[in-house]
């Protein structure tokens, strides 16, 4: 068992001392060793251990290798001894000899025959935990590497094998890897034991560790929660421990806008005597000042840590780089811009190996490796910002030009990043922080458009928002190409998949369960596989040719898309919403155009008004025709030159505008006359995952299968109401017109659609649908709920379409509530379930944003199926279906965009069937057979004449 106390945190546990000079070594002798080594290992272990205990044991270890040295033989005690010195200088912060220590004791039992794997589990974690402490952050990895390696194997015969899961959660954790971190924490918990001083110790650093974690997460609450259940041992803590957890403490608070409990905490806190947590709570300090205003004091916070880090003669790390960044925080606040610059520059210095560049016009780039990529990440977005207020103060434009360069490295280090973790959630969190970095790219990007004229800028501008948007969807979609095209591990890909597939399982076993102590088994469960999931992800990152195709960086080739996606009738609007400024990019088959919009209180406030009717409607509330115009004099007239001659319109939206159909605005408040009338309208994720979707469309082989489903069709409607869910009395009439295999009620499973969903070209589901905003893996699509069956048999999870290969299918229809509604991520748009049908394959969907009027959506449904089956392309089936309803004089009073605007279509138009032949036989028939009469009858007129 190796030392409780030295637990890997946030930095070192432990006191900084030098070496008692009272450690001598005797004359060795052979039959002492044993003994030495005995004695040595208990005062190691003594749970009240002092310096002065430390150097004993020291003394003891040493005269144990003395003995064992003279003999010339390696033994694992040996290498035991050389590990307890190791542990004994990193708690005394001697990092160097530590590590020297450690990797002794690897190389003895690594040179040691017959040694088991086992035995070098804990040099391996201990050896990761020093260079995750000196910031030698792939190291540390390699070596937790290999440590997990061997507990994949051993892990019920491990002691301390939780301080291995501790020592990941807190790597994941640097690496901003929040979810990820969580689960190494919980697992860690599990597997601790549950008795004795180093189980309150354990505990109460792994619930420390939690709390962080929430906190990064913005769960402030519970953050704060986690921190009082660690205080709870407060009495049984060293001071260190304490110091750690108040400091953790009053920065939550201090995120959470609680100044003064911040500073009572973060003053408790100052008690601590080791250097990492006098740095990092002195920087927390600089920032509670700085948020009172208060810069002198926050100043002299931030210099106090560089003093520290100078003093202790510790280098280049996060830290003393946060303290530079608080210093040009002061400095940019105080329009002290110059001076902020330089600050930024020192602290890009310190996140950065190999780069000592003080001239402020230079970033490190890609030729220099990143201490940690997002503190790099975050001081070239602040420095950015810096310049771009130095081209207000002077108006000189190479100070916006190297704003824009400071914003294309930190996207850059911000996109690898974002490659390297693992799972949907982490992803999505990460490019929610990062949308203000892409808008001041693009704002910046369009202030040297303005000023220059150049239109490489504007086509600049149009590649951050590209980059910016669908991002994550787009690399997991990526990762599936890349795992199918045969070039990387097929055994791993396998392995991979039937993780992937186990943990839905356990996630459904959840959803069925109401035994607390089951879901609690369910969840550890789930832990571990994610874990395990972990494992294999990291093995496939060591395939060189899968991490060559991942992290490639694709370029956007405008011409490319002019010349394959847009004819001559075609219009493609993609929009990037900002905080206050709306950007517009009007891309024609020649020409790209960008415009700068405001985003006023009047535009938010209409939009707000017909967000409320559309989403929250009651029958008999009356829709503003002036609410379409307001809308369309925002969103439409900035680009009103681009629309002559136009036919189609391709809309790739932003932000809030996912929400809405653009084809109920309107040039004017005339009664039922919107863009619809006009334009044929379809939206697309991005521009890159349309012309992915145009590629795979091309190249498909053709087929026109269609499978058709409506679980609550109406006659058996007792089971249906007994689970809460209405009948859709229409969805009969709707799916009946679709043809091919048709599927109602009690036939409508869950488990036939899994079964043969994948042989089939389209999918229509006329069904209820369920939008989770809180956990979007919790939405579902509802089947027919048969009686005595769970709730998991009739509904499709989100996290169960991930798993599902739909690459054949050419269109999905969603005809139900709130399909492609959702919780919306600032550039990725809403996780919705129509995002799912994308990420499990089918690019190509019709959808509906809120809750649709069952006979509306039917009579729009069927007639589009009669459209797409006469040739017409998908948004231009859907545009004349709509047309039709709006037409259909029973409509009359239900014409108002809640009944008809709801359907979308998402992806590439192109044609599902060729023209109907049948139809051009029928009309050429009729053709011939009117002339033939027409000859007939003038031939008989001749006749006649000529009698």
Known sequence: MFNSKVLVSTALVGFFSSLSAKSQVLEPSSSNAEVYFEKGEALFNLDDATEDTYDLALEYYQRTINLLNNQDTLTTTLAQCYQRIGSIYLDRDALEDALEMYHLSRSIKTATIGIKDSLLYSDYVLIGNVYYYTDQYDSAEYYYGLAENVASIYEDNLADIERLYNSLGVFNFTLGNYQKATTYYDKALSVMPEEGYDYVIAKVIFTYHIALARHRLNQHDEAIKRYYDALEFEEQLPQVYRALIHSGLGNTYLASGHYDSALLHLNQAQRAELPFLRMSNSNRLGNLFMKKDQLGIATEYYEQTIQINNNEKRGKNTHVATAYQGLGDVALTGNAIQKALRYYQLSLINTTYGFNETDIARNPNNKYQAILPLKQFKVLHRKGNAFVKYYEQNQ????????????????????????????????????????????????????????????????????????????????????????????????????????????????????????????????????????????????LQQDEKYYQLKYQEDTLDLSVWQSQLLSEDDLLLEYFMGEEQLYVFAIEQNSLAMHQVALDTAFRTTWKKVQDHLFAYDYGDTYQPQWSVQLYRKLIEPIAGSLTQKKRLIVIPAGELSYLPFEMLTESPQEDKFLLHDYTISYAFSGTLLYNAHLRETTQASKQEVLAMAPFAGRNVRSVRDNSLSPLYFSRQEVASVGGSLYLEEEATKQLFLKIAGSYNILHLATHASVNDENPLQSFIAFYPQEGQSIASHRLFTHELYNLRLDSVNLVVLSSCDAGNGRLVKGEGIISLARAFAYAGCPNIITTLWKADDKAAADIASKMHQYLKNGYAKDEALRQAKLDYLRDPETKELRTPYYWANFVFIGDPTPIYESSPGVWWIISGVIILLLAGSLIIIVKRQQRSNR
């Open 396 to 539: 000189d434009t190479t100070n916006l030009q190297h704003a824009l360069n400071c914003f294309q490295e930190a996207i850059r280090v911000a996109r690898y990043t974002q490659k390297t973790y693992d799972n949907e959630e982490a992803k999505l969190f990460f490019v929610n922080q990062v949308h203000s970095l892409y808008e001041d790219a693009i704002r910046t990007t369009y202030q040297l458009y303005q000023l220059s004229g150049d239109d490489s800028y504007a086509e600049l501008a149009l590649q951050f928002s590209e980059r910016s948007k669908a991002s994550v969807l787009t690399e997991i979609l990526r990762e599936v190409d890349i795992k199918a095209s045969g070039e990387v591990n097929d055994s791993l890909v396998s392995e991979e998949r039937l993780l992937k597939q186990q943990i839905t399982a356990n996630r459904l076993k959840l959803v069925e369960s109401s035994d607390s102590a089951q879901n609690e088994e369910f969840r550890k469960k789930i832990n571990d596989l994610e874990i395990a999931l972990a494992r294999v992800v990291k093995q």
